[in-house]
């Protein structure tokens, strides 16, 4: 496994690679890996000759300083997860290397922005897609590998590289969950005994949704659909320690409301703060 830390050593690495016609596919992260982000190089692996990591803790999508100066980066575990799981390179870049100037990035990436993530992180988005445009464009990549986790995330990434008209293709893996059904996340590093239990809420709240589709076989009135989430809701509201964001059933696409009584494409969402931990997980409805 080669570890690379500039633009310039890391495209003369892939460059006889992509010459000699092997598919590269890239499996970007912001460290602190856990079985969620092996998922992604495991399914790397199984599209692409050569995966590329990258681990980059990038300041430009935090809203809250505390939260990047608090974000965990176990160095030596990454590096023994990530030569574990077969990854080929790992591209690990400074914050000079990725911003050597000021910049300045704004794109359309549509009205989906500014809800739910977008909403309480504002202007998340546009860094996101800024360092992954970044990232596409150190390693161009045949593939790029992201988590359903981070649901809204592959929704932005998939409409930046239509905005630039990108020839890479965009792969959703599943979420990964502990055994009690807690999604996996660097994050949860920080969450202490008390929490770890009370962040389970989460994912029933999910559950509780999901096991109503799947009894109901997708169909559903918007009034029903609106008891359910304020069912959910108060589930998380009663936790202990659990402040709640959002809990939306929405369009897969859109993530607005649905608006008819009966279709597919619906995904459930939540967002809250566990104790001093903000956290995130959905599930796909239909
Ligand atoms: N439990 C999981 N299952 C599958 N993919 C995941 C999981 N957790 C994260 N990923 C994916 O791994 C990639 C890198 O994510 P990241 O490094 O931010 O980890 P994370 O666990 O989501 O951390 P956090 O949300 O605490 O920042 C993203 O595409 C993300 O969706
Ligand atoms: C895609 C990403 C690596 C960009 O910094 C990050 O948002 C993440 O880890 O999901
Ligand atoms: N996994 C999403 C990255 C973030 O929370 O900033």
Not at 76 to 102: I, Q, R, T, W
Not at 103 to 115: K, Q, T
Not at 129 to 147: M, R, S
Not at 244 to 249: A, G, K, S, T, W
């Amino acid at each position: 496994m080669e570890v690379i830390n500039t633009i310039a050593a890391l495209k003369s690495l892939l460059g006889p690679i992509k010459l000699a016609g092997q598919k590269i596919a890239l499996v970007p992260t912001m460290g602190a890996l856990h079985k969620g982000h092996v998922s992604l190089i495991e399914a790397a692996r199984s599209e692409a000759d050569i995966v590329v990591c990258s681990i980059f803790v990038n300041p430009t999508q935090f809203t809250d300083p505390k939260d990047l100066e608090r974000y965990p980066r176990p160095l030596e575990h990454d590096m023994a997860m990530l030569s574990a799981s077969g990854c080929n390179v790992v591209f690990m870049p400074s914050v000079k290397e990725m911003y050597p100037v000021p910049e300045h990035w704004h794109i359309d990436l549509g009205p989906a922005e500014f809800l739910l993530e977008g909403e309480f992180r504002k202007g998340h988005y546009q860094g996101v897609t800024q360092i992954v445009k970044k990232l596409f464009d150190a390693v161009g990549p045949d593939l790029a590998f992201f988590g359903q986790k981070d649901y809204q995330q592959v929704l932005m990434i998939e409409n930046m590289v239509a905005y630039f008209d990108l020839p890479v293709k965009i792969v959703t893996c599943p979420i990964i969950r502990e055994e009690d059904g807690l999604a996996m996340s660097s994050r949860n590093i920080h969450l202490n005994p008390e929490d770890r239990k009370h962040a389970v809420v989460l994912c029933q709240s999910l559950e509780y949704i999901k096991g109503y589709f799947e009894k109901a076989e997708n169909q559903y009135s918007k009034d029903k659909l609106h008891l359910l989430e304020e069912a959910a809701k108060r589930m998380i509201q009663q936790t202990p320690g659990v402040a709640l964001d959002y809990f939306v059933i929405a369009d897969g696409k859109t993530l607005m409301p649905p608006t008819a009584d009966h279709g597919s494409g619906l995904v459930v969402l939540v967002a809250a703060k566990v104790g001093e931990t903000r956290l995130i997980d959905n599930m796909i409805l239909s």
